[in-house]
């Protein structure tokens, strides 16, 4: 069993930053790839970035350039840095715990946290 606890949103003006975090409970953590989805109201949701074990990563187009994902085993934690923040980045953003970075992208993951809210004004 894995619990993840996300820390770290906010109100930030467009072209801020901010670091996400998730905290995860469990032994294997180091065994999931993680990945961090958002969802606007209205939109559908959307994988933003994962993380392999082994850590090969993957990006969202409209991310690439901005957003880093990386992790610390030792910490059982996984990271988010979000730089050069849009509007419509806002989101509610969790982080998930899936077998693979492909079935993080084809929306199949273990568990889930409870997400931290993201809001970019203009």
């Known amino acids: 069993q894995v619990q993840l606890v996300e820390s770290g949103g906010g109100l930030v003006q467009a072209g801020g930053s901010l670091r996400l975090s998730c905290a995860a409970s469990g032994r294997t953590f180091s065994r999931y790839a993680m990945g961090w989805f958002r969802q606007a109201p209205g939109k559908e949701r959307e994988l933003v970035a994962a993380?392999?074990?082994?850590?090969?990563?993957y990006y969202k187009d409209s991310v690439k350039g901005r957003f880093t994902i990386s992790r610390d085993n030792a910490k059982n934690t996984v990271y988010l840095q979000m730089n050069s923040l849009k509007p419509e980045d806002t989101a509610l953003y969790y982080c998930?715990?899936?077998?693979?970075?492909?079935?993080?992208?084809?929306?199949?993951?273990?568990?889930w946290g409870q997400g931290t809210q993201v809001t970019v004004s203009s």
């Open positions: 998930v715990a899936c077998g693979s970075v492909y079935e993080c992208s084809m929306g199949t993951y273990d568990y």
């Open positions: 993380i392999s074990s082994g850590g090969s990563t």
